[in-house]
């Protein structure tokens, strides 16, 4: 965890703060929390090893806790940016980086580790709800530079959901949006088949760089399996003009 909370139940950040700042404690549990600090991984927050939290039981890696926090410095020098914070506790969602921009409650979920779909929808169904509009977004991979790359299935839920785009972060504020295209299978010297669309993977196609501040309020309907959702991204293209 990177965030917690005071003794007067106020807001901070594990690299904002010293041990003698403390007592610390989980918004969520209430328990004391530990502060980690060293030379070699990130300041965070710890529950102690008998607690009993669905925080607690919950891992990042360095490069996810790493993400939040360069975006997080990146907005915080941005005019127009309120209301910011890691973390924040909204009992049934915990967004890794969430604030208000232009009158808009914008939440961002850096999507690295594997997410059930039944999750997926849950979390996306709740920020609708709350109404925030959310930003899921992994961090590029190096293979989205080959011609072909496989996309794991949260991937393609978010991709999806976002009819037929999403937007992997790579720095600071900056998001690639890419477009899965069809890869095609190629037949083997001793096949019976031409070609023909691999199930897969895809030819990944990337556009321009957009910044995170660029992207607009959307209004995703409910289009089976995926709920109605509030979106953040590029405006929508309209089939209708085709």
Request: with cysteine; proline share 8%; net charge negative.
């Amino acid at each position: 965890m990177l965030s917690a909370n005071d003794k007067d139940k106020g807001y901070v950040l594990a690299t904002e703060v010293q041990k003698d700042d403390g007592p610390f404690y989980c918004p969520e549990c209430e328990g004391e929390l530990i502060l980690k600090q060293g030379r070699v991984k990130i300041a965070h927050f710890a529950h102690l090893s008998d607690a009993d939290c669905s925080y607690a039981g919950e891992p990042e890696s360095e490069e996810h806790i790493a993400a939040k926090l360069e975006i997080y410095e990146a907005l915080r020098a941005q005019p127009g940016v309120e209301k910011l914070r890691v973390e924040r506790y909204l009992k049934e969602v915990r967004p890794d980086i969430s604030f208000y921009f232009n009158g808009n409650y914008i939440a961002i979920e850096i999507q690295i580790s594997p997410l059930s779909f039944e999750k997926f929808v849950s979390r996306t169904t709740e920020y609708a709800r709350k109404n925030i509009y959310v930003l899921w977004t992994p961090i590029l991979p190096r293979d989205m530079f080959s011609e072909r790359y496989a996309p794991k299935d949260w991937e393609r839920n978010i991709y999806n959901l976002y009819d037929g785009i999403i937007y992997y972060w790579t720095k600071g504020l900056d998001l690639v949006p890419v477009e899965f295209e069809e890869y095609m299978l190629t037949p083997g010297r001793y096949s019976t088949w031409s070609e023909k669309v691999s199930t897969r993977f895809i030819s990944p196609r990337m556009d321009p760089p957009v910044s995170i501040l660029e992207l607009s309020p959307l209004q995703q309907p409910r289009r089976y399996p995926y709920p109605a959702a509030r979106l953040w991204g590029l405006p929508f293209d309209d089939d209708d003009d085709d």
